[in-house]
């Protein structure tokens, strides 16, 4: 089965400073999510990835997925305290289905 | 934007009563709908696919006959806790695929305590 690991597990920056969060699959990815939440609450859709090499931006976070689509980054610039957050990344392992097999999750605070 | 929603955001019931949450797409209809169970602390667990007019399909170590799923229109799945036990206080969010195919969307999720 596809596993999803991702890396760092808690990250703390100052605001202002750029981050990056990896995930990294075990399989090929047909399709890698990242979302955001807030501990119990649901989750805020970001991004969706397809194609190898594809990156996308919204606002100041943008994601890339590799080329041989196994790995993918979140990246965010000029990090603000609303930023802060549990960032997940998703894989549609068997390929389009909807089903996603999630990460552990990245939990990043943003120091004012 | 597609949404999602899920009701009640909380509940409390009483060990050996049952209770029921909703999941509902608001401006989409939605064949396919999948609950996923998250611990503290921990990332999401799937536990079932909700398929609309037919059988949910249970990942494996779900018990079926606990976790009831009904999807009996195109922008309703339930998911019903039978015979709750404190074990089973969670938290529980569903999801769906948006119209264009490309985007899962995720409910607000339902706080759920037996005691």
């Known amino acids: 089965s596809q596993e999803l690991e991702q890396s760092p597990q808690s990250l703390i920056v100052q605001e202002g400073k750029n981050l990056t969060i990896n995930c990294t699959s075990s399989k090929t990815l047909y399709g890698l999510y990242w979302y955001k939440q807030k501990y119990g609450e649901g989750l805020i859709f970001l991004m969706m990835?397809?194609?190898?090499?594809e990156e996308k931006s919204h606002e100041k976070i943008t994601a890339k997925l590799d080329e041989k689509k196994q790995q993918s980054s979140l990246h965010i610039t000029a990090s603000q305290p609303s930023h802060a957050g549990i960032y997940l990344c998703?894989?549609?392992?068997?390929?389009?289905?909807?089903?996603?097999?999630f990460g552990q999750g990245t939990t990043l605070q943003v120091k004012p | 934007g597609a949404v999602v929603s899920q009701h009640p955001s909380r509940v409390i019931c009483k060990s050996g009563t049952s209770v029921k949450i909703e999941c509902r797409s608001l401006?989409?209809?939605?064949?396919?709908m999948f609950w996923y169970r998250q611990f503290p602390k921990q990332s999401l667990m799937l536990m079932a696919t909700?398929?609309?007019?037919?059988?949910?399909?249970?990942e494996q170590g779900v018990e079926k006959d606990k976790f009831l799923i009904n999807h009996a229109s195109l922008t309703l799945s339930t998911l019903t806790v039978t015979s709750a036990h404190p074990e089973d206080s969670s938290f529980y969010i569903c999801?769906?695929?948006?119209?264009?195919?490309?985007?899962?969307?995720f409910g607000e999720g339902s706080w759920l305590t037996v005691v």
């Open positions: 990835l397809q194609k190898g090499g």
């Open positions: 998703g894989a549609d392992g068997s390929g389009n289905t909807g089903k996603l097999i």
């Open positions: 909700s398929n609309e007019g037919s059988k949910a399909t249970y």
């Open positions: 401006d989409f209809q939605a064949t396919t």
């Open positions: 999801s769906a695929r948006g119209s264009s195919g490309n985007t899962i969307y």
